[in-house]
Structure formats: C-alpha cells, structure tokens
C-alpha cells in the first residue's frame, strides 16, 4: 500500500506564494520521477512540473521562473514553491509518483487526493 497526501494549498492573493508538499508513505522501495499536476474547472489535469530521483526537472511553459519543484528523497517529499501567482493557477493541485513497491516489486504510478489553490483577490 502506498499513499501520497499532499499540503499546503489555500487562498492567496494575485502575486502572493505558496508551497505545496507531497509525502510518500507505505511499502515503498524506491521512487522515480516526482511531479505535480494541476487540473482547474473544466479543463484537463495538466502537467505543472516533475523531478526525476537525480534532480533534473521539467516546467510547463506557463509556469517557468515563477515555479520551483525540488524534492527530498530522503523523506519521500516533493515540494513546489509557486511565487508571482496569478488567478489562472487557481485549480486542484495533485502531486504524482513513480515507484517500485517493496511488497510487489512492481512499478507503479500514484496519486494524490490533491489539494486546492485559489488565486484570487
């Protein structure tokens, strides 16, 4: 069993900061790639950002120098630090992992119950 819960979400106003954390728990071996996914009303869940377990990341375009994912592999935690926030990152944060369970030994992937973010004024 493996569960992510994320943190950290709630209401900021337009230009404000917020940062979001994921834990990873249960029957875990290792973990591969870490992201963070958005999905606002009425559109698609979208990729915001993802860590690989080296650190390397990727940005979605609309997120670039305002977004900084880092991770702590240590802990199982992935973060996203959101600065200069804008009404249109209003949606439901979801954070997502890749990993090999140590009880099935199969890799899989993993969700969050995500977490709300509300720019607004």
């Known amino acids: 069993q493996v569960q992510l819960v994320e943190s950290g979400g709630g209401l900021v106003q337009p230009g404000g900061s917020l940062r979001l954390s994921c834990a990873a728990s249960?029957?875990?071996?290792?973990?591969?790639?870490m992201g963070w996914y958005r999905q606002a009303p009425g559109k698609q869940r979208e990729l915001v950002a993802t860590?690989?377990?080296?650190?390397?990341?990727n940005y979605a375009d609309s997120v670039k120098g305002r977004f900084t994912i880092s991770r702590e592999n240590a802990k199982n935690m992935v973060y996203l630090q959101m600065n200069s926030l804008k009404p249109e990152d209003t949606a439901i944060y979801y954070c997502?992992?890749?990993?090999?369970?140590?009880?099935?030994?199969?890799?899989?992937?993993?969700w969050g119950q995500g977490t709300q973010v509300t720019v607004s004024s």
């Open positions: 997502k992992a890749t990993i090999l369970s140590r009880v099935t030994l199969r890799i899989g992937e993993y």
């Open positions: 860590i690989t377990s080296g650190g390397s990341t």
């Open positions: 249960g029957s875990i071996f290792s973990i591969n790639a």
